[in-house]
Each structure stands twice: as structure tokens, then as C-alpha cells.
């Protein structure tokens, strides 16, 4: 297996207790640099190897004319999305927005990225994207890469401040849009029975504890999944449930990157380790991107006996106990999980090793 499936979002914080809990960087194009900006923040791996995946992502749509191709009718005009890529207990979580660097180059987005290791998903959603959106607002407002700088290095500052203190326990699960989640697909059933054909047709390489997706020495496997919001809820809201409902179906160790449009009835979620094409659902619309729910699968008239139990358990308000690929409990698989990563773990003193000396 190679170091993305290892190393990606999965220090050893332990060994460095009085290490920050956050830390943000920023990329892409901006008015104050003459073409891409300069490395900011990219001071621990799983940021260096976050940018990467997503900018060489987005280069192989622009250089392949992938979007230009599609078609202004199956492609949004631009770049806004909300970035949660979760993995257990650490996390990458930021913004996109449409941009353009000193001569006008508008092809590439700007993007705020920050490492999590140990906030909850409710701190994040309540405290991390409004500073985000309010550094964000600055940036646009400014053509000077130094007000970037120092508009950055503000938001680092007051949000290692306000950052929660470190927990006693390891369950960090935020039960933000769960609720609201569970009572739509209790009464919306037949969408849910859609997405979980799709998993058990489409993701058993991520069946739980198996690790199959991730044998390859040179790049995991990878699978794109198009999902509903819920109506009503917030991107954030849409995103954690999603994510935390997928956490229960496929292997807790694979890392998830979701991808929300801002105004949009929809979010991605890439399972695995991205490849540049899976990054194309970027700006596809549902006409070149079907929402998975959408999708008329021919299925039994009558729920299966599994299907049955998960409808129970939205009824109660509650995630499915099990996955539709193991008959294994979710709780002992995502322990499973924990102890399986923990082998990989290195210090995180020996993965600040690519730090731009100065992080702002």
C-alpha cells in the first residue's frame, strides 16, 4: 500500500501533546499573485498531499478541457464549494470559490484548507467555516497578497484560540443534520434503497475491515458517489450526515472527501484516494453527474430483510447498526479501523517536513 492510505490524515498527536490542533493554508489563484500563489501554510503532510490531490485534480480538467467539452449545459459556471475530507479523527475542511490571479486567469480557484486533528465536526461547521467565509471575504476584497498573508495568519491565530480543548475520549462523532437526515429518508425510503443498491453494486472493495481498496502500492482505489441534500439543511448539515451515514456502510479507515456546491441540491463524496478524473464532479451537473437516488434501479418490490432494519433504525432516528457488505456491527468495525491505522502511524515531529518556513 502507498502513503497516502498510510500517512493521510493519520498522525501520532500523542507523541506531540503541546503540538496546534489547527492548522490552515491556502492555494490556487488570487489577484495578488501574477499566476499561482505562492505555498502558504502547507506545513503538515496531509496538507501537502490534500493540495496536490485536489490542484492536480483540477489541472487535469483544465489542461483536458474536460468542462469546456461538457458544455456550458452540463457544467456549473464556476468554482463554490464547501471542503470536508474526514478520516476518523483528523480532517481537511476549507472553501473553493471562483478566482483569478494578477493577469486576469480565471481557470483555477482560490481555496482555504484546514487541518483538523481532534475538533469536533459541530465546532467546525459552528466556529471553522464562518471564520473561513469571513477570511474569505477579505481575500476577494483585496488585490494585495500581503493583506492575503495577514488576513490568514489573523484567522490561524483566533481560531487556535477558540479551538476546543483537547477530549478525554476518542468518540468525536457531531450529530449535526442527523436528525433531519433520518426523518427524510424514513419517509423519502425508496431514495435510500437506490443509494444502497449502488454501494453493494459499485463499493465492495470498501467493504469494512477488508482494505481492499487500498492493495495497490501506487494508487488506492477510488469510487465518486453523487448524493441528495436533504432540503433545508445546510451544506455542513448534508455533508456530516452523509459522510457519518458512509462511515456506517464502507471501511471507516478509507478516507472520505466531500464536496458540497454552495445553492446547489446536491454533494459529492470521493471514497479513497482521488484520482485526477474523479475530481471532474467538481463543476458536472446532474445531467453529466445523475444523482445516485435518481437513478431508477430495478430492485425487489419488497425491502430485504436488511433494508427493513435500516428503515427501523431511521424511524428511531438512528444510522444503520450494520453495513449493507458485512453483517459485522459498525461500532466494531470502525474500531477495527482505529487499531488497523494505528500500525502506520509516525511521530508528527517527522511529518513537518515540508513547511514553507514561515507559515504565513
Not at 478541457?65 to 456549473?76: C, I, S, Y
Not at 444503520?320 to 456491527?329: D, F, K, R
Not at 488497523?340 to 507559515?359: D, E, I, Q, V
Amino acid at each position: 500500500m502507498n502513503d497516502y492510505v498510510r500517512q493521510f490524515l493519520n498522525d501520532d498527536w500523542k507523541s506531540m501533546p503541546d503540538a496546534p490542533r489547527l492548522y490552515l493554508s491556502a492555494f490556487g489563484k488570487h489577484p495578488g499573485w501574477n499566476d499561482h500563489m505562492d505555498v502558504i501554510g502547507l506545513v503538515t503532510d496531509s496538507l501537502v498531499r490534500g493540495k496536490a490531490l485536489l490542484y492536480d485534480g483540477i489541472a487535469h480538467q483544465v489542461e483536458s478541457a474536460a468542462w469546456e467539452k461538457a458544455g456550458a449545459g452540463k457544467v456549473t459556471p464556476g468554482f463554490d464549494h464547501i471542503i470536508h475530507w474526514r478520516r476518523l479523527h483528523e480532517s481537511l475542511t476549507g472553501l473553493m470559490w471562483s478566482s483569478r490571479d494578477g493577469k486576469g486567469r480565471s481557470l483555477y480557484p482560490m481555496v482555504l484548507l484546514a487541518h483538523c486533528a481532534g475538533q469536533p465536526f459541530a465546532w467546525q461547521a459552528g466556529e471553522l467555516l464562518p471564520a473561513l467565509r469571513e477570511a474569505g471575504e477579505k481575500c476577494r476584497a483585496t488585490n494585495s497578497s500581503s493583506t492575503v498573508l495577514a488576513v490568514l495568519d489573523a484567522a490561524q491565530k483566533s481560531l487556535r484560540e477558540r479551538a476546543p480543548a483537547q477530549p478525554a475520549a476518542t468518540q468525536l462523532d457531531s450529530p449535526i443534520g442527523l436528525p433531519a437526515w433520518t426523518a427524510h429518508f424514513a419517509r423519502e425510503f425508496t431514495a435510500l434503497r437506490r443509494v444502497l443498491h449502488h454501494l453493494r453494486s459499485n463499493c465492495a472493495a470498501f467493504a469494512p475491515v477488508g482494505h481492499a481498496w487500498c492493495g495497490d502500492s501506487k494508487h488506492a482505489q477510488s469510487v465518486r458517489l453523487r448524493l441528495p441534500a436533504v432540503p433545508g439543511q445546510s451544506p455542513a448539515e448534508s455533508l456530516n450526515a452523509w459522510l457519518s451515514f458512509l462511515a456506517t456502510q464502507l471501511d471507516p479507515a478509507a478516507p472520505m472527501l466531500g464536496l458540497h456546491p454552495q445553492n446547489q441540491p446536491w454533494l459529492d463524496v470521493i471514497i479513497g484516494e482521488p484520482g485526477p478524473a474523479d475530481l471532474v464532479v467538481l463543476r458536472t451537473l446532474p445531467v453529466a453527474t445523475p444523482v445516485i437516488s435518481d437513478i431508477p434501479y430495478q430492485m425487489d418490490a419488497q425491502p430485504s430483510a436488511f433494508e427493513t432494519g435500516v428503515l427501523s433504525n431511521l424511524g428511531r432516528g438512528a444510522l444503520p447498526a450494520t453495513s449493507c457488505l458485512v453483517e459485522a456491527a459498525g461500532e466494531m468495525n470502525r474500531q477495527e479501523s482505529i487499531k488497523w491505522l494505528s500500525k502506520f502511524r509516525a511521530n508528527f515531529l517527522t511529518r513537518l517536513l515540508r513547511s514553507t518556513g514561515s507559515p504565513f
